[in-house]
């Protein structure tokens, strides 16, 4: 499937960040055994609250985490970049295309743990065709979405 553009029709990921898109937008919490990507909702259970994220990230068809920059600097990712994160959380699904904003480590050491990532003001747009896994992260509430 990895660089395939004959597959358009058989995206399994793009329905997959569609189920996510979705949820986020109506970011209700409910119980359930499940911790799937595609779970059908936000949270670990019925007293969660206040979830609006389930972060993402994207592997290559190499097999390598995508990463990009957390502002809109011209940057080149490498592993040790502070400047880069692999967290993503998806904004819209287009057929087979997802637009992604880029989610940053919290520098609130004393939130870090209830609060893992912050939203930046970093969002580019991929060709799911170009993505062979993603990899679902614990819900969470990321301000300023």
């Known amino acids: 499937m990895c660089n395939n553009n004959e597959a358009k029709d058989n995206c399994?990921?793009?329905?997959?960040?569609?189920?996510?898109?979705?949820?986020?937008?109506?970011?209700?919490?409910?119980?359930?055994?499940?911790?799937?990507?595609?779970?059908g909702f936000l949270g670990c259970n019925i007293t969660t609250v206040g979830c609006n994220t389930r972060p993402?990230?994207?592997?290559?068809?190499?097999?390598?985490?995508?990463?990009?920059?957390?502002?809109?600097?011209?940057v080149v990712c490498s592993d040790a970049s502070a400047t880069c994160s692999n967290v993503f959380r998806v904004e819209k699904v287009?057929?087979?295309c997802a637009t992604f904003r880029v989610l940053a480590n919290n520098p609130d050491t004393?939130?870090?743990?209830?609060?893992?990532?912050?939203?930046?003001?970093?969002?580019f747009t991929m060709n799911l065709?170009?993505?062979?896994?993603?990899?679902?992260?614990q819900d969470t509430f990321v301000e300023c979405i």
């Open 12 to 39: 399994c990921i793009a329905e997959i960040l569609t189920v996510i898109n979705i949820l986020q937008e109506n970011a209700e919490c409910s119980d359930s055994c499940l911790d799937t990507c595609d779970r």
């Open 110 to 123: 004393t939130e870090a743990t209830t609060r893992p990532y912050v939203a930046t003001n970093s969002f």
């Open 94 to 96: 287009d057929g087979c």
């Open 56 to 74: 993402v990230t994207l592997y290559t068809c190499n097999g390598t985490a995508w990463s990009m920059p957390t502002t809109k600097e011209n």
């Open 129 to 137: 065709n170009c993505v062979c896994a993603i990899k679902c992260l």
